[in-house]
């Protein structure tokens, strides 16, 4: 049943959406995720006790990881039951952003697979809408917020407003798409001030998502401080920048099977480095069971994917699913 509908996705993938203008492709995804309730089947989700696991102290159903893109709230609770351990909303930001102009998506077929390069901008509802639709989600399987700002009082305020709505707050200072966030990874100094403010804005647990661009700083500055300020879970990472003159923006960033021999790289490297006291999802071109066995194996202790869930569809969740509990304990 599950490699049936895997195949039947690919067909769908590269027969229809991939002929369409990436835009359309994106509208119909999104309203299909929206209108058919998937989530009911229980084709594409596998409970079984031995996959769980802890982040932060919240337990996961299994480790598995939507990476931040969407906020539309009914996709976002169709997601919570389609096999995933936990659920990342978009980042959202004070005030709502239209956004960078289209194209701000397109397809990339690279030698690893099929991937995406996107100039997003944070299109997002704002702070203050985005509260009022997640405060209407059950949280079927743990919901991960995450916050983008411009300042150290905008990361101050999001958290406060939507720590209390989510289980995990994530924060992202890595998306290479605007000056908003990526300008921080470039200023590991002042980092150390948000850092310290962000950890006391909430009680919930906190995760810093890393850009894979600046892996030294990474390494050197950024984990040892969020480790100092009380910041103990990394997602490493984002997308990683590229030019792109397709996109409006003429650069985007990348993301699918292309950056995975960078995420298991950095993932090595860190888990080496700072040992059992980090925990990390490792995010970045997982796009069959193999790689989301291959970080767990190297000590992630969550896997999250996006580009994944749209280049091999819902049902690659079931399959890495299937493939954790074949292996021997
Ligand atoms: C269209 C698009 C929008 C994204 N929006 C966000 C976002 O708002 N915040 C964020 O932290 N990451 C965002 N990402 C990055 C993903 O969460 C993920 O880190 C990245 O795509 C690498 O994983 P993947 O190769 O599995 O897609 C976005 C990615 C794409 C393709």
């Not at 009680?203 to 661009?213: A, E, G, M, Q, R």
Request: charged share 20%; glycine share 10%; proline share 7%.
């Amino acid at each position: 049943m599950t490699r049936a509908l895997a195949t039947l996705y690919r067909l769908l993938y590269d027969g229809v959406l991939c002929r369409l203008p990436e835009s359309t492709a994106i509208a119909l995804g999104q309203t299909a995720l929206r209108l058919i309730p998937f989530d009911r089947l229980g084709a594409f989700r596998l409970e079984d006790p031995r996959l769980a696991v802890t982040l932060g102290g919240v337990r996961l159903a299994n480790p598995l990881i939507l990476a931040a893109m969407y906020y539309d709230a009914r996709i976002l609770r169709r997601a919570m039951g389609l096999g995933f351990g936990a659920v990342t909303a978009k980042s959202i930001t004070r005030e709502a952003r239209p956004g960078h102009p289209q194209p701000n998506l397109v397809r990339v077929r690279t030698a690893a697979g099929p991937g995406l390069v996107n100039c997003n901008g944070f299109q997002n509802p704002g702070l203050e809408a985005f509260s009022g639709m997640l405060a209407r989600i059950p949280h079927r399987a743990p919901l991960i917020v995450s916050v983008a700002g411009e300042s150290v009082d905008d990361y101050v305020a999001l958290v406060r407003a939507l720590g209390p709505l989510g289980d995990l707050v994530e924060f992202n200072i890595s998306s290479p798409n605007t000056k908003l966030v990526y300008e921080w990874s470039r200023r590991p100094a002042e980092l150390v001030t948000l850092l310290r403010a962000v950890r006391a804005a909430t009680t919930k647990p906190l995760i810093v998502k890393l850009s894979p661009d600046f892996a030294d700083a990474n390494e050197a500055q950024i984990i040892p401080a969020a480790l100092e300020a009380g910041i103990r879970i990394v997602n490493y990472g984002n997308t990683r920048r590229v030019e792109e003159p397709r996109l409006s923006q003429r650069a985007g960033g990348l993301s699918g099977p292309e950056i995975f021999a960078g995420t298991l790289a950095n993932l090595r490297r860190t888990r080496r480095r700072f040992g059992a006291e980090l925990e990390i999802i490792a995010t970045g071109g997982v796009d069959s069971p193999d790689k989301a066995l291959e970080l767990l194996r190297e000590g992630a202790t969550a896997v999250g994917y996006f580009t994944g869930f749209i280049t091999r569809g819902p049902i690659l969740a079931r399959q890495i699913l299937e493939r954790l509990l074949d292996v021997p304990t």
